[in-house]
């Protein structure tokens, strides 16, 4: 099958780069023929929260990606139409996880319909933090989609109340590979973390935002029985200040660890080698890629019911769901990991494909 595929990849950053980048093998090494586009630039610095949205990994995960499309520049949206009907494709795929791309990929969507199906991988049909705005955005984007495919129940509900007659496809967020080829004995991990030997270890990784529940997980660590440490790693997008004193004021000092930094690839790898737990605190959302990291990394998972839908699998051997915000609920469920750790098979690595995915997909071209 020729298929076109749209969304961002190296040198872009985080977990929808890494997505459409892990697809992107998968449909290759199925034999179908792809183009994929990226960004010329993904957004206007002055929009981005972050630091960077440029990957610093030393050895990144790359794939062959011809950078055509700018946000405000109507231009390569015309260009990008055209580099894709000229190749023929009679498919093409747009990750879907933001509004600020409604325009754009509107006006795609309109140039190539007639001649290709667009079709929609939907992460967030919807922003986490809504403005006013977005409904309308999102309507104009998705309008001239062929069919959609949705990770999660909630999400299909809300295409449908905007896209009421969309053909839609399901298929769970997929479990992904480890990043790195390095394997780190949890010892080693710590060690060269500097984090504590003798007691277990929750982690709360990736971009720290307020739908992500972490001012929840610090005050659960406050209140569990059992002695524990927790690592927050990733890049602050709010006031960092406002977690460290909660910290100091829980004193939690010698029990929180806060690493306020986007980890590239080489440095990843430590955090869930060294980690007992993940933990995903969310009272927003509808899905946690870094979850499906962990599970590839086979690390029990605390996640609350707000995604507990996303997760790939309900049934993996170490889950714990709570109710989102609910602090003694989330104590709880790190003591009953700390008192009866789960025996996990070395089975999860056979659900480290793609093949659902691209099953998916290839559904919805046959029909």
Same mark, same amino acid.
């Given at each position: 099958?020729?298929?076109s595929m749209?969304g961002?990849?190296?040198?872009?950053?985080?977990?929808?780069?890494h997505?459409t980048t892990?697809?992107?093998?998968?449909?290759?090494?199925?034999?179908?023929?792809l183009?994929?586009?990226?960004?010329?630039?993904?957004?206007p610095?002055?929009?981005?929260?972050?630091?960077?949205?440029?990957?610093?990994s030393?050895?990144?995960?790359?794939?062959?990606?011809?950078?055509?499309?700018?946000?405000?520049?109507?231009w390569?949206?015309r260009?990008?139409?055209k580099?894709?009907?000229?190749?023929g494709?009679?498919?093409?795929?747009i990750?879907?996880?933001?509004?600020?791309?409604?325009l754009?990929?509107?006006?795609?969507?309109?140039?190539?319909?007639?001649?290709?199906r667009?079709?929609?991988?939907?992460?967030?049909?919807?922003?986490?933090?809504?403005?006013?705005?977005d409904r309308?955005?999102?309507?104009?984007?998705?309008?001239?989609? +062929?069919?959609?495919? #949705?990770?999660?129940?909630? *999400?299909?509900? $809300?295409? /449908?109340? =905007?896209?009421?007659?969309?053909k &839609?496809?399901?298929?769970?967020?997929p479990?992904?590979?480890? +990043?790195?080829?390095? #394997?780190?004995?949890?010892? *080693?991990?710590? $060690?060269? /973390?500097? =984090?504590?030997?003798?007691k277990p &270890?929750?982690?709360?990784?990736?971009?720290i935002?307020?739908?992500?529940?972490?001012?929840?997980?610090i005050?659960?660590?406050?209140?569990?029985?059992?002695?524990?440490?927790l690592?927050?790693?990733?890049?602050?997008?709010?006031?960092?200040?406002?977690?460290?004193?909660?910290?100091?004021?829980?004193?939690?000092t010698?029990?929180v660890?806060?690493?306020?930094?986007?980890?590239p690839?080489?440095?990843?790898?430590l955090?869930f080698?060294?980690?007992?737990?993940l933990?995903?605190?969310?009272?927003?959302?509808?899905?946690?890629?870094v979850?499906?990291l962990?599970?590839?990394?086979?690390l029990?998972?605390?996640?609350?019911?707000?995604?507990?839908?996303?997760?790939?699998?309900?049934?993996?051997?170490?889950l714990?769901?709570?109710?989102?915000?609910?602090?003694?609920?989330?104590?709880?469920?790190m003591?009953?990991?700390?008192?009866n750790p789960?025996?996990?098979?070395?089975?999860?690595?056979?659900?480290?494909?793609?093949?659902?995915?691209?099953?998916t997909i290839?559904?919805?071209?046959?029909?």
């Amino acid at each position: 099958m020729k298929i076109s595929m749209i969304g961002p990849v190296y040198p872009y950053r985080g977990g929808i780069a890494h997505y459409t980048t892990s697809l992107a093998i998968a449909l290759k090494n199925a034999g179908h023929d792809l183009k994929l586009i990226s960004f010329k630039r993904q957004y206007p610095a002055f929009l981005y929260p972050g630091e960077t949205d440029k990957d610093p990994s030393i050895n990144p995960i790359r794939v062959d990606a011809e950078y055509l499309l700018d946000p405000i520049y109507p231009w390569t949206w015309r260009q990008t139409a055209k580099v894709i009907l000229k190749d023929g494709s009679d498919f093409v795929l747009i990750q879907w996880w933001t509004t600020f791309w409604g325009l754009a990929y509107g006006a795609l969507a309109c140039q190539l319909h007639k001649k290709a199906r667009v079709v929609y991988l939907i992460h967030n049909v919807l922003p986490h933090e809504n403005r006013v705005w977005d409904r309308w955005l999102t309507r104009l984007a998705l309008r001239g989609a +062929f069919a959609f495919i #949705v990770q999660t129940a909630t *999400e299909q509900k $809300r295409l /449908l109340d =905007l896209v009421p007659h969309a053909k &839609i496809s399901y298929c769970s967020h997929p479990v992904y590979q480890r +990043f790195s080829d390095q #394997v780190v004995l949890k010892e *080693e991990a710590r $060690r060269q /973390l500097n =984090l504590p030997m003798d007691k277990p &270890i929750f982690l709360f990784f990736g971009i720290i935002r307020p739908y992500k529940g972490l001012k929840y997980l610090i005050e659960a660590v406050a209140k569990a029985d059992a002695s524990v440490h927790l690592v927050v790693a990733g890049e602050f997008w709010e006031n960092v200040d406002l977690y460290q004193k909660q910290v100091d004021a829980l004193q939690l000092t010698k029990s929180v660890t806060i690493l306020n930094k986007y980890l590239p690839n080489e440095e990843a790898h430590l955090f869930f080698s060294a980690a007992d737990v993940l933990v995903a605190p969310y009272v927003g959302g509808t899905q946690s890629g870094v979850v499906e990291l962990a599970l590839g990394y086979e690390l029990p998972v605390i996640v609350t019911d707000r995604i507990l839908a996303g997760v790939a699998e309900t049934d993996v051997p170490g889950l714990r769901a709570v109710p989102a915000g609910n602090i003694g609920a989330l104590a709880i469920a790190m003591d009953e990991l700390v008192t009866n750790p789960p025996n996990l098979p070395t089975t999860q690595s056979a659900r480290d494909d793609w093949s659902r995915m691209v099953e998916t997909i290839e559904g919805i071209q046959s029909r």
